[in-house]
């Protein structure tokens, strides 16, 4: 029952959050999948909420639930939102596939280029263009990772051949494409699921980032990471930090300006730099432990780029015969990626 699972979750939470007694018009709950020790909670999500309430002068708490506190699954997060039951949550977009087809643009392998930033900052200075994928909730930020390389517990990837046959964690649809384009086996579960799948065998490695090795320990499992040149990468993922649209309609304009001021634009640049800043712990984490990390040869990296080129074609198709144009998409996507490079 989300309602009780709210009101445990507030109960539980009340004496350890409580301090001076303050003016605190409303407190918002925001839910998430990561643990505390997350780079997404303690340096995201933790600084944003207080700066909220700072900025509101201390009409708005933000208490934050991670670890799936409040009860439910990853792929739940977004109808908790939509209905209620959380005020804001983060989540990954691709935990409810289907949901937001014009959004997952921005995940495709040769739209994305490698760079946190330049995307995140693309995605929020196209939110008019992905509107339709959001008239349920009210979109603070979206934000990508600086995207996907293959980690591996059983085998090094150092040619396009080498992928063939490995069972391997998919961030979601399209990387299920990639990867099944590299001739290997797509499984589809949450990050947390990871670890335990790769311990025992039921995963080769995954489809992921180097942000979430420390939080996952990864570096305790992988053998090998296998990047593209020239810092490429296989697609991304798409987040969204999202509000009950009921309740930020309920906010006064006072607090409503506080809530703007920390959304979309206003914050793209900053949180698009944190997420790649996150990779530096995660590569150093894997070096500490003797992670073989393996950059593909030029040539070896066109027999991935050409799968790629498929995935984006499948994309259009796909998106093309529900009545969305996928062409004009993919090229308004990549240029908003090119413009966001072109601020660097």
Known sequence: MPGLSRLLFTAATAIALAGPATAQ?????????????SNA????????AEKIEAE???????????SMAMGGKPGELYGQVRDGAAD?????????????????VFELPLVHAGSARDTTIALNASLDLLAEDFKDVHVLFLHSHDGNLIHTATKPVRSFEDAAGLKLRTPGRT???????????PVGMPAPSLPEAMAKGVVDGALTTYEIV???NLQELDKYATELPDGDRFGTAVFMLAMNQDVYDGLDDELKAVIDANSGMNVAAEIGALWEGF??????????????????????????????????QQWIDEVTAKGIDGAALVEGARAAVAAAAATR
């Open 25 to 37: 018009d409303v407190t918002l709950i925001l839910h998430h999948f990561l643990p505390p020790v």
């Open 41 to 48: 909670h303690k340096d995201m999500l933790e600084p944003w």
């Open 56 to 66: 509101s002068g201390g009409r708005i708490a933000v208490e934050i639930a991670p």
């Open 88 to 104: 804001i949550v983060w989540t990954i977009l691709g935990y409810t596939p289907g949901v937001f087809p014009r959004s997952e």
């Open 175 to 185: 990387g299920a494409w990639e990867i099944q384009g590299m001739g290997a086996e």
């Open 214 to 216: 420390p939080a996952l």
């Open 279 to 312: 990779e530096e712990p995660g590569i150093a984490a894997l070096d500490a432990a003797g992670v073989e990390r393996i950059v593909l040869s030029p040539e070896e990296a066109a027999k991935f780029n050409a799968v790629s080129e498929t995935v984006v």
